[in-house]
């Protein structure tokens, strides 16, 4: 056989060989996956292990002498073998798919620290550039011994305390993350009091607002808390009022009081002075009475424990049902009503006006529709024979009686309408009354008046001040002396307009004196005058009717008023002079 046909049946040989040592290898893999589904022997897998290698080894040693005859380095180890030839490049080995990618996933995972399985370790080591060392764990002879000192931490043999880092707890909640990372990234305020400085060219007119310069907050609740808005506005009032300066030491009053609340111990000058709060009153619940009282006629040993019928009082027993007396519930009173519209008498007419025409209107509506009798037509002698027409001409003497009739009842309607209407001598007093005087009951506060008269002698005069107060429903008193006079009168508005009149305009009080005989006499005194010394309101009056006193000294006159508790009056009337008015 010539050279080249013995290199190529040598070629042959040693592929065939080759592919007789992966698939050798194959079942190894194979095997070496079904031994974790053993019974877990340790004997037995080591065993398998070196079957396995030798098997590897025999069918290796074919192949080393027809590789390796030419004078290359044999190896003595089947995983080196098997990389030594992966290396040199055997072709079956060569033609594994993603072999690059295993070698650099094994090399990654050797760099990470991973641990690689002991079982598979054979497999692992046959792709080049990997370790062949596989560290076996070993499992302990005997389980460690746990001793605890008296608080409760780890020791070892000696005594001596064994330290242990506590695993952290990777886990946390969102306001934990977002805090971390607030203060991993601070929001850092620009320095403009050094760039000022810095800087000659500076412009401090500008305005630079560093609160405009920050990143705007995002918006979310902001509450009011109680009392900022009171603090900002008296800051705010005392600062307008007193200055910056009065300003700053209110500012910081008020954080000293914030201060010393909180405070448990806290100094009473700092305690601020304000308005007490009284507690408000508890209403006293009524005692639970051992006998209700509705019982307690009946019942005559007053108790429930002995309630024999002997000692009823059986008298007491009616057919009638005695009910409690009722009580309003505790509630708070019901709002006011509203007060009605004070309308001007144009606007009053107009409204009258309105309502007399919707009355018409809706009379109209319901005599179309049948509702109501239509009247009769209004027929008189001037329209006569406009309304009736022919039938005027046929009995004119019939129709000219039957319209008299009618007009005549529609007059004696007018009149009857007119009586029913008019007031009975009882209302129409009451009316007059209301006209003249005022109403007691929507009257709130009295007026007084109080009159200084030199002369009240003459008769009539004195009877026209009586008479007069009385028919106008006043009260008071009128004191005369020989010097001096003094009437007081209360009541109403109008009731005191009128008699104001009276005593001041209508009254010729120079010509009322005493009689002819005295004109001589007192031809030296000065005239005869009547004042209004003092007008005002009271809350009640002092007199309950009007009466006229006759004294012989002023001490007697005087008397009249402090009897009645206002002397005042009498004062008032004697120290008033008419100058000064």
Not at 537 to 559: D, G, I, L, Q
Request: charged share 30%.
């Amino acid at each position: 056989m010539s050279a080249a046909g013995k290199s190529s049946n040598l070629s042959l040989d040693a592929l065939a060989k080759a592919k007789k040592a992966l698939q050798l290898k194959k079942e190894l893999s194979e095997k070496l996956k079904k031994l974790p589904m053993l019974n877990n022997k340790p004997g037995t897998a080591v065993a398998a292990t070196q079957v396995s290698k030798e098997e590897v080894k025999t069918s290796v040693s074919a192949v080393d002498a027809q590789l390796f005859s030419k004078g290359e380095a044999k190896p003595t180890d089947v995983s080196g073998t098997l990389a030594i030839g992966g290396a040199i490049g055997i072709p079956g080995l060569t033609n594994i798919p993603n072999l690059d990618s295993v070698k650099r996933a094994q090399e990654l995972a050797a760099k990470m620290g991973f641990r690689q399985d002991p079982q598979f370790g054979p497999l692992i080591n046959l792709f080049p550039g990997t370790s062949t060392e596989v560290t076996v764990p070993q499992r302990p002879a005997k389980a460690p011994v746990l001793r605890l000192d008296a608080q409760g931490r780890e020791i070892d043999e000696q005594g001596n305390v064994i330290s242990m880092t506590k695993p952290t707890n990777l886990s946390t909640l969102k306001v934990n993350i977002n805090k971390q990372k607030k203060e991993a990234f601070q929001i850092i305020k620009p320095d403009l009091d050094s760039l000022a400085k810095s800087s000659v060219h500076f412009d401090e007119r500008m305005g630079l607002n560093q609160k405009k310069l920050l990143r705007p907050k995002r918006p979310g609740f902001q509450f009011v808390e109680e009392g900022k808005l009171t603090r900002q506005a008296e800051l705010q009032k005392i600062k307008s009022q007193f200055g910056e300066a009065q300003a700053k030491e209110f500012k910081v009053k008020q954080a000293q009081l914030a201060k010393a609340k909180t405070e448990v111990d806290m100094n009473p000058n700092l305690i601020e002075v304000a308005v007490g709060v009284r507690a408000p009153k508890q209403k006293q619940k009524e005692e639970i009475p051992e006998i209700e009282p509705w019982d307690a006629k009946i019942l005559l040993s007053a108790t429930y424990e002995d309630i024999s019928v002997e000692k009823l009082n059986m008298d007491k027993i009616t057919i009638y049902v005695e009910h409690p007396e009722p009580y309003d519930p505790p509630a708070e009173p019901a709002p006011p009503p509203p007060q009605p519209l004070k309308l001007t008498k144009k606007e009053q007419k107009k409204l009258r006006t309105q309502r007399r025409l919707a009355k018409e209107k809706d009379r109209q509506e319901m005599i179309r529709q049948g509702l109501l009798e239509p009247p009769k037509p209004k027929v008189k002698m001037s329209n006569l024979m406009k309304v009736l027409g022919s039938e005027a001409v046929q009995d004119p003497t019939r129709l000219e009686m039957e319209i008299r009739t009618a007009a005549a009842e529609r007059e004696q309607a007018h009149v009857d309408r007119n009586i029913a209407r008019k007031l009975t001598p009882s209302e129409r007093r009451e009316k007059k009354e209301r006209k003249l005087f005022d109403d007691p009951t929507n009257t709130v506060e009295t007026i007084v008046c109080v009159y200084k008269i030199r002369d009240l002698s003459h008769p009539q005069t004195r009877f026209k001040v009586d008479v007069n107060a009385q028919e106008n429903k006043l009260t008071g008193a009128a004191v005369i002396t020989d010097s001096i006079s003094v009437v007081v009168v209360e009541g109403g508005k109008k009731s005191i307009k009128r008699y104001n009149k009276l005593m001041l305009n209508r009254i010729d009080w120079a010509t009322a004196v005493g009689g002819d005989e005295d004109a001589e006499v007192e031809a030296d005194k000065p005239v005869n005058s009547c004042v209004l010394v003092w007008q005002g309101t009271v809350a009640k009056p002092t007199f309950h009717r009007f009466t006229v006193h006759n004294c012989r000294s002023e001490a007697a006159a005087k008397k009249v008023f402090i009897d009645a508790k206002v002397p005042h009056y009498w004062d008032l009337a004697v120290n008033f002079s008419e100058d000064s008015s």
